[in-house]
Antibody
Framework: EVQLVESGGGLVQPGGSLRLSCAAS????????MSWVRQAPGKGLEWVSV????????FYADSLKGRFTISRDHSKNTLYLQMNSLRAEDTAVYYC?????????????WGQGTLVTVSS | QSALTQPASVSGSPGQSITISCIGT?????????VSWYQQNPDKAPKLMIY???KRPSGVSNRFSGSKSGNTASLTISGLQAEDEADYYC??????????FGGGTKLTVL
């Protein structure tokens, strides 16, 4: 059974940084792309970023403008999202998702999410 | 990328069929048969219901079906059940290795 468990969320001041983690189990982690998708309170889903199983290929939503960095560690079966220069509008639940990317573009398993609140 | 357009809410009675539309553009929905649909219950993670426009993952009821015409994708739920009440989101490939979600539709089972 696929399990994805996010952690690292919390309260951070505007301009601050935070690193989210997603521990994966139940599948061959290195064989799948992984993504981050966020959801602001009471709002819809927004795709943030994806990283290929090669741990090199990455893509980001244009709106992030280079503030976020996705990475993964296959020795730890863990996905990361480094978030810098955080703004109030980054406040959201951040989900990690097992992803079918090139040629498919869908998210077939999701974690329960971790809440990031950007506020002074 | 602009969000895909979904109705804010739809409703139906048990046993009826409902359809949720997802309107995109020729740059996303209209150009690719790569629309997926997700069901989200309150305070829960989304769940994949349809991928590649009309394919169902293992375990998803065949009451759920997907289709596309032009720039509009649709999710149809037949034989509506109380357990179907949830938020539904569409998502489409938008080119250059990006995807875009719809704003979401709240389904109420009357």
């Amino acid at each position: 059974e696929v399990q994805l468990v996010e952690s690292g969320g919390g309260l951070v001041q505007p301009g601050g940084s935070l690193r989210l983690s997603c521990a994966a189990s139940g599948f061959t982690f290195s064989s799948y792309a992984m993504s981050w998708v966020r959801q602001a309170p009471g709002k819809g889903l927004e795709w943030v970023s994806v990283i290929g199983g090669d741990a090199i290929t990455t893509f980001y939503a244009d709106s992030l403008k280079g503030r976020f960095t996705i990475s993964r560690d296959h020795s730890k079966n863990t996905l990361y999202l480094q978030m810098n220069s955080l703004r109030a509008e980054d406040t959201a639940v951040y989900y990690c998702a097992k992803t079918k990317w090139t040629g498919y573009y869908f998210f077939d398993s999701w974690g329960q999410g971790t809440l990031v609140t950007v506020s002074s | 990328q602009s969000a895909l357009t979904q109705p804010a809410s739809v409703s139906g009675s048990p046993g009826q069929s409902i359809t949720i539309s997802c309107i995109g553009t020729s740059s996303d929905v209209g150009s690719y048969n790569l629309v997926s649909w997700y069901q989200q219950n309150p305070d829960k993670a989304p769940k994949l219901m349809i991928y590649e426009g009309s394919k169902r993952p293992s375990g998803v009821s065949n009451r759920f079906s997907g289709s596309k015409s032009g720039n509009t994708a649709s999710l149809t739920i037949s034989g509506l059940q109380a357990e179907d009440e949830a938020d539904y989101y569409c998502c489409s490939y938008a080119g250059t290795n990006t995807v875009v979600f719809g704003g979401g539709t709240k389904l109420t089972v009357l």
